[in-house]
Structure formats: C-alpha cells, structure tokens
C-alpha cells in the first residue's frame, strides 16, 4: 500500500540564474523558477522499492514516470530549511551539464511527516571508479584521466561561479549516465553544499561592505578550497588506483591519517607512478597544499596545460584499473577514509572561523572585550 499523501502547501525554492555560462565556452539555458508540487507523486510517478544507492541523507530509489515509463531517481528529505538548501542549491546547479538534473520536487506527506521528494535523472552507469574497475583488461590512459579530471573541473566551475561550494565531493557522489562509452559524468549530492558568502552578497541593510572584518568575508576560501582538495585526491586516485592518504590501523580516519594530512604527506611511489607524466604530478601538488588559501582556484585549474590541452596529455596507460580490482575489498574503506577526512575538514574549517574572531586584532573589538573585562572585574569586587 502506496503511504505518499497530498502535499498542503507549495511555493517557489530559489530562481536559478536566466544564463550562466560553464567553463569552456559552454552555455546552460536557463529554467523557470522551481516550484513545489502540490499534488501526490503518485499521480505522476510509479514509486518502486527498488534501492539505487544512498545518500548521505537516505535511500534513493528508483520511479517511473506514468506518461512516458521514462526511469528516474527519487530522493526523499524531511522538509526543514536544511532540506530546502539543499534543494534549492542544487536546483540552481541543475543548469550545468556535468552536475545531476533536478526534474521535479513534491511536498507531500510521508507517514504523517512533510518532506520534499526530489525526482532526479537515473545514472544507469555508476559511479566514476567502478566504471573504471569495470574495463577489466582495457588500458585507462593518463589523457582519458585528464578528460574525468575536466569534466568534474566543469561542475566545480559552474559552483563556484554562482557561489556554491559542494564540500563533499568524493568517489560515490560522482556517476555516469550510462554504461556506453560516451556516457556524461556529473557530480550529486549537495546535502553539504553551502552559499558562499561574498562581498556583493553582503550589500544589504545587514551589513555595509567597508566596515565588514575580514574574519566575516574569510570562510569562503576555505569553503572553496575543500572542493579543490578533494579534486586532488580524486586525480591521484584516477592516475594510480590508490590515494594519497591512507589509515594504518583500519579506522575510517586514524591519528597517523589526519597528520599526513594535515602535513601533505604523500609520494609517487613506482611502480604506478614511474611513467605518469611530471605536469600531473605538479598539478596534484599544487591542489593537496596544506594551506587551504595556498591551494590553486579553480579557474587556475581549468586553465592548467593538463586540463584544457587534453590532446597533449600522453596517452601513456596507467596501474588504475588492475590496482582497483586487485583492491576491490578494501575499496569501500578507501571511500569512508575519504568521507571522514572532508567531514574533519569541515569541521576544522568552522573552527577556524571561531579561532580567526577570537584572535582578532580589530581596535573595536579589543576595546570592547577590555571593556567587558573591567565590568567583570569591578563585579567580582562588589561581590
């Protein structure tokens, strides 16, 4: 028995730009504002149990729209303002071809609870590394690396450029179209996806941009600088099969895991790295820099040799798929490793905020904490 009640309410999430240009050249045609859908899903979609994959939010299922039979995927989040962030940013980011369409979004009730059920394109062909994996005895090249590497570098582009950074871009959140051998990659998931905030989007009654600190105007290099780490991270998994960084004792992230890095420690051990060429090493040198503000922007990146003059990149074949498979077993590990470190880094980042405010070296800020410790002194006496 089908549980999807009527929605009670509607109303527009966000306005995705009119047209917002992506990197290269390419043009993304802009969409009417998103509007919530009233009635049930089950009036246009046929809700199967079918599982296709987990989001950091819950299941994400598989429905079939009743006109067509067309196959999508459902994604369904307690409506709260968190939930509806998270719709609304990657509605705006629907526009770009290397990022997962949002086709519809319904409210409706779910055992007795609203939630907002998100109904995407399917990606029939998985995710990046199990396409990879899946080639068997086919060679993977250093230029067909260089391909995946500009076509996630397209999606981060089209992100940071309407001021979104994703912050939780890692192997499972990157998928295919189709298992065909032009299938498009695009990034998903943006349950930890944030509006930047910059200097324009300050000019507002809240707040007038000369007199703003730069601890309030800070974060946002490290937002950004989050998506270019972990782009690092994937372009060494894609030239040898293994990451950077890696736990000795098998926890998701150990002591000894969380200061190489914190430290950049990592090499380019051969064999698999013996014949992969100097300007991708360089590449991921300057993306895994310890320093957040020190690593390259993105616009630096697609405009990397490596990147946009893929024809030149050698076509020398790589360990990467022989490595996956014999590593199969310890792949899902590999992948938490990556999920704890970005969830470190968030975390480390917020407090950085913290840390920046407290240390600040502001005048008015310094004569009004003298102030309130004088008040607290003279308090302490009369007591």
């Known amino acids: 028995r089908c549980l999807w009640g009527i929605t009670t309410e509607s109303?527009?999430?966000?306005?995705?730009?009119?047209?917002?240009?992506?990197?290269?050249?390419?043009?993304?045609e802009g969409e009417l504002p998103l509007q919530i859908k009233k009635n049930a899903i089950t009036?246009?979609?046929?809700?199967?149990?079918q599982v296709l994959g987990m989001g950091i939010n819950g299941k994400v299922l598989e429905i079939f729209q009743k006109e067509s039979g067309e196959k999508y995927a459902l994604k369904m989040l307690q409506d709260c303002p968190k939930a509806r962030r998270e719709v609304e940013l990657h509605w705006r980011a629907s526009l770009c071809p290397h990022i997962v369409r949002i086709t519809d979004v319904y409210e409706n009730l779910y055992q007795s609870r609203k939630c907002l059920l998100i109904v995407m394109e399917c990606m029939d062909g998985g995710e990046l590394f199990t396409h990879i994996q899946d080639r068997g005895n086919h060679a993977f090249t250093e230029r067909e690396a260089s391909d995946i590497?500009?076509?996630?570098?397209?999606?981060?582009?089209?992100?940071?450029?309407?001021?979104?950074?994703?912050?939780?871009?890692?192997?499972?959140?990157?998928?295919?179209?189709?298992?065909?051998?032009?299938?498009?990659?695009?990034?998903?998931?943006?349950?930890?996806?944030?509006?930047?905030?910059?200097?324009?989007?300050?000019?507002?009654?809240?707040y007038t941009p000369y007199y703003v600190a730069p601890e309030v105007l800070g974060p946002e290099k490290y937002d950004r600088s989050c998506d270019m780490w972990s782009l690092g991270v994937i372009m060494y998994i894609l030239l040898c099969g293994y990451p950077p960084f890696y736990s000795n004792h098998g926890l998701a992230i150990s002591p000894g895991m969380k200061r190489r890095i914190r430290n950049g420690q990592y090499e380019f051990p051969n064999p698999e790295w013996s014949d992969v060429s100097e300007e991708a090493k360089q590449l991921i040198r300057h993306l895994l820099k310890?320093?957040?503000?020190?690593?390259?922007?993105?616009?630096?990146?697609?405009?990397?040799?490596?990147?946009?003059?893929?024809?030149?990149?050698?076509?020398t074949p790589l360990?990467?798929?022989?490595?996956?498979?014999?590593?199969?077993?310890?792949?899902?590990?590999?992948?938490?490793?990556?999920?704890?470190?970005?969830?470190?880094?968030?975390?480390?980042?917020?407090?950085?905020?913290?840390?920046?405010?407290?240390?600040?070296?502001?005048?008015?800020?310094?004569?009004?904490?003298?102030?309130?410790?004088?008040?607290?002194?003279?308090?302490?006496?009369?007591?």
């Open 290 to 315: 310890t320093e957040p503000t020190q690593r390259m922007s993105i616009t630096e990146f697609m405009n990397h040799p490596w990147i946009n003059q893929s024809m030149e990149v050698p076509q």
């Open 11 to 28: 109303g527009p999430l966000g306005n995705p730009p009119s047209r917002v240009g992506c990197f290269g050249g390419l043009e993304c």
């Open 43 to 49: 009036d246009d979609y046929k809700v199967t149990s």
């Open 149 to 206: 590497m500009k076509s996630i570098g397209e999606a981060i582009h089209f992100l940071h450029a309407i001021n979104i950074a994703h912050r939780d871009i890692k192997p499972e959140n990157l998928l295919y179209t189709s298992k065909r051998p032009d299938a498009i990659l695009k990034l998903t998931d943006f349950g930890f996806a944030k509006e930047i905030t910059t200097l324009n989007s300050l000019a507002t009654p809240c």
């Open 319 to 383: 360990h990467t798929s022989r490595v996956l498979q014999e590593e199969q077993d310890v792949w899902e590990e590999v992948k938490e490793e990556m999920t704890s470190a970005l969830a470190t880094m968030r975390v480390d980042y917020e407090q950085i905020r913290i840390k920046t405010i407290e240390d600040s070296t502001n005048p008015l800020l310094l004569k009004r904490r003298k102030k309130a410790k004088n008040t607290s002194i003279q308090n302490n006496k009369i007591l």
